[in-house]
């Protein structure tokens, strides 16, 4: 058996220090308010890397299209008086009960009636 000269991770490409995943955690962990200077330091103490403000700035850009989606869906043919964006926790069950994070929006029409139009 011969032993290749160079290795390939096929999980992690080259040009990056981590996967796909983390990469949209990182951008996910910005979006519910951590600093970059905290993601650094969570990240550096946790998994011995550091995260640069560029890094978390291109892992935003990977969830762009998804939001400018959610940004631009269309939301009935009720008419808004005022919409309201903001992130909470959620308690989500999966393999385990872990928080996640969630973008919320909360609509109130020109009757005056409350309600939640989207949540991602």
Not at 7 to 26: G, H, L
Not at 39 to 64: K, M, P, W
Request: hydrophobic fraction near 40%; avoid cysteine.
């Amino acid at each position: 058996m011969t032993v290749p000269d160079v290795f390939s991770s096929q999980v992690v490409p080259a040009s990056k220090r981590y996967d796909a995943a983390t990469e949209k955690d990182i951008a996910l962990l910005n979006l519910a308010g951590l600093s970059t200077r905290m993601l650094g330091q969570l990240r550096s103490s946790l998994l011995g890397v550091r995260v640069s403000a560029q890094e978390v700035s291109n892992a935003l850009h990977t969830i762009a299209s998804a939001a400018k989606s959610f940004l631009s869906r269309p939301l009935g043919d009720r008419k808004w008086m005022y919409l309201y964006i903001d992130g909470t926790n959620f308690r989500v069950r999966r393999s385990t009960v872990d928080f996640e994070p969630t973008l919320v929006v909360l609509g109130v029409d020109e009757s005056g009636k409350k309600s939640v139009p989207s949540m991602v």
